[in-house]
């Protein structure tokens, strides 16, 4: 970069020379013009996605990229305002019964799919079968068990059709449920309750949710799709709440190298950032501290070990010694460096919510090292015999600087020889799925909904993203008997005893908690904080500039 510098400057120098003196410049335009306030003539936002979608198909989806893009597409019955806080969406209203066993939801009469026609309950009915429809390969079918039957339609004992879900006419649905479930209205705002259109799928079949194809209806609708470059959305003419949607177009960028995407957005080529590169988090607070949105993320990052087979699988001290020597001040502290909050729990802080951790959480990192070298021997290692493990990783830098830093730390105190093996978001997720070829994977879990069991019911052995492949029988009664019970105070005790569970079996290593980090430009107008991270682009605006 200072040989490019170098190079350029007598040029520079040159141009500006022969433009005359700078007073001459024009001013930059004020953003918002006159009053501040004023909106550009062309709405178009531009954001940082990370990694390419795996797909579009809202059944079938599984990671944040996926998410940001289809909460734009779709609508679900429940819909989140800018702050977070729960609002009605394609269900103008809804009534709970007085046993909170069943939900009645009242469809918007003026709710439209991108094509024009009408949404309707039944087209509810059938997303929300489909989704636990076993032929639909959904990895997010569990988070459905609280309705009636759909666990055993997952397990293929029953048809789709008897989910307790029914559409009582166009505009009612009704959704049984096998128990009170306080954070349902949470869960209806995730991908896998959307509805479908049907003939959409009658029509296109596997490939429904591609450009040309894709009938939505959300407040976006898909109009192009460049596989590795972006995927862009217009606006939906017939969506319901059309009149306040100001944003026109929506540009989703996948850049997975987060220096790259700094870069695109210093030129003005990006008008939010997905994330910022760790590396350069002092310069970004340095130079573009008012552009800077920095907020606690209902989320946790983490090591998961495969338990499958060796040399993880029945090895409890060999997973503690490993999780003991990681120094998460270190990482949180000098490589991650926004915030982020060194966890030994596996739930981040939630409302109501008394977050488990081990004894030695509260130990010096000098005392975790000494027992995790003691336990690595007592496993059956030694710097004659190091443990020689491969640490799968989605590209990006900032996963790859942690997993080099945590290596690190294995190779100081323990004497673990670590190889490191990254791969493109989609084949990473189909890595970790079969379970066939990983020792220990990064990842990272944003909770679903506002509520602990989200990120209980991940390592529940029926939940399909459970790719530690953990089975514990008292794990999985615990957050049974929790899903069961009505008493809110012993719900959140069975849930607190089920995670002091999980962390003396340790089936992964927790990490940190996430806070999120973007940068935004100064012209873009709706940004709202909130700790699940999500920000529907129809909330959004341009400012002149």
Not at 111 to 138: I, Y
Request: charged share 25%; aromatic share 10%.
């Amino acid at each position: 970069m200072t040989r490019i510098l170098l190079i350029l400057l007598p040029a520079v120098a040159l141009w500006l020379a022969a433009c005359g003196p700078a007073e001459d410049a024009s001013p930059p335009a004020k953003i918002g013009g006159g009053s501040g306030t004023e909106r550009a003539a062309v709405q178009v936002l531009r954001v940082g996605n990370g990694a390419e979608p795996q797909t579009l198909d809202p059944h079938r989806a599984e990671g944040v990229p996926e998410s940001n893009i289809l909460r734009d597409l779709f609508e679900g019955l429940v819909g989140e305002a800018p702050d977070g806080s729960l609002v009605p969406g394609a269900a103008e209203s809804w009534a709970i019964s007085d046993d909170g066993l069943v939900y009645t939801f009242t469809i918007r009469a003026d709710a439209r799919w991108s094509n024009g026609e009408p949404v309707t309950a039944r087209d509810f009915e059938f997303g929300l079968r489909r989704a636990v429809d076993p032929a639909t390969l959904s990895v997010y079918s569990s988070v459905l068990f609280p309705i009636v039957n759909a666990e055993a339609i997952v397990d293929g004992e029953l048809s789709p059709d008897q989910l307790g879900v029914r559409a009582v006419d166009d505009r009612t649905l009704e959704i049984r449920l096998n128990d009170p479930t306080p954070y349902l209205l949470g869960l209806l705002t995730h991908s896998t309750t959307y509805p479908v259109y049907p003939p959409n799928l009658d029509e296109h079949g596997e490939r429904f949710a591609r450009p040309g194809k894709l009938v939505s209806n959300g407040a976006y609708q898909l109009s192009d799709w460049v596989v590795q470059s972006h995927v862009r959305l217009e606006r939906n003419p017939h969506y319901w709440d059309g009149a306040d949607t100001q944003i026109d177009e929506v540009w989703y960028y996948a850049i997975e190298n987060p220096d790259a995407e700094l870069k695109r957005y210093r030129a003005d080529e990006l008008d939010i950032t997905d994330g910022l590169p760790y590396n350069q988090l002092t310069w970004v607070r340095n130079e573009l501290g008012d552009e800077l949105e920095v907020a606690p993320w209902f989320g946790s990052y983490y090591f998961g070990f495969n338990l499958t087979k060796p040399p993880f699988k029945d090895a409890k001290d060999l997973r503690t010694a490993l999780a003991m020597a990681i120094d998460r001040d270190i990482l949180t502290g000098r490589v991650t460096g926004a915030g982020e909050i060194a966890a030994y729990g596996w739930v981040p802080p939630a409302a109501g919510y008394t977050g488990q951790q081990r004894g030695w959480a509260t130990w010096a990192q000098a005392e975790r090292n000494a027992e995790a070298q003691r336990l690595y021997a007592q496993a059956g290692y030694s710097s004659d015999n190091p443990l020689r493990v491969e640490v799968l990783y989605n590209t990006n830098e900032n996963h790859k600087r942690i997993s080099v830093a945590i290596a690190s730390m294995w190779k100081e105190v323990l004497g673990v020889e670590t190889s490191l093996v990254n791969q493109e978001w989609k084949v990473f997720l189909d890595t970790k799925n079969r379970k066939e070829d990983t020792q220990v994977f990064r990842a990272g879990w944003i909770g679903d909904y506002d509520d602990a069991y989200s990120f209980a019911q991940l390592m529940h052995s029926k939940n399909a993203q459970n790719d530690s492949g953990y089975v514990s029988p008292v794990y999985d009664d615990l957050l049974d008997r929790a899903a069961r019970e009505p008493d809110a105070a012993k719900r959140i005790a069975l849930l607190e005893e089920a995670e002091r569970v999980l962390l003396e079996d340790l089936p992964i290593i927790p990490i940190y908690f996430y806070v999120s980090k973007h940068l935004v430009k100064p012209w873009v107008g709706g940004w709202t904080p909130n700790v699940m991270d999500r920000h529907p682009k129809k909330d959004f605006y341009i400012l002149s500039h």
